[in-house]
């Protein structure tokens, strides 16, 4: 059966770091595309970040392009999300998920496997 469980997620100050992580079990995602979004209370999941196959393309919502990192560990079946300069609008349940396809995407129908979520919360 097929998992992936984000952890990293908490309570920080404006300003501050957080490493998300996630970690799938159940086969390997070595090949496949992986993505994080997020959903703030009220609000439509939004796209955050995705990483093709192999860690050489990635891409960014605009909202955190220069402050996130995208990056995976294809040995470790892991994928993590380094969230620096952290703002209140950054405060959501952060979502991995999986597409089984080498490009990733913005689109989260386009996503085959999800995760629980974790939660992140910036205090001003």
């Known amino acids: 059966q097929v998992q992936l469980v984000e952890s990293g997620g908490g309570l920080v100050q404006a300003g501050g770091s957080l490493r998300l992580s996630c970690a799938a079990s159940?086969?390997?995602?070595?090949?496949?595309?992986r993505g994080w979004f997020r959903q703030a209370p009220g609000q439509e999941r939004e796209f955050v970040a995705a990483?093709?196959?192999?860690?050489?393309?990635?891409s960014y919502a605009d909202s955190v392009k220069g402050r996130f990192t995208i990056s995976r560990d294809n040995a470790k079946n892991t994928v993590y999300l380094q969230m620096n300069n952290l703002k209140p609008e950054d405060t959501a349940v952060y979502y991995c998920?999986?597409?089984?396809?080498?490009?990733?995407?913005?689109?989260?129908?386009?996503?085959?496997?999800w995760g629980q979520g974790t939660q992140v919360t910036v205090s001003s």
């Open positions: 159940g086969r390997t995602f070595s090949n496949y595309a």
């Open positions: 990483i093709n196959w192999s860690g050489g393309s990635t």
């Open positions: 998920a999986v597409r089984r396809s080498y490009s990733g995407s913005v689109t989260d129908r386009d996503y085959d496997y």
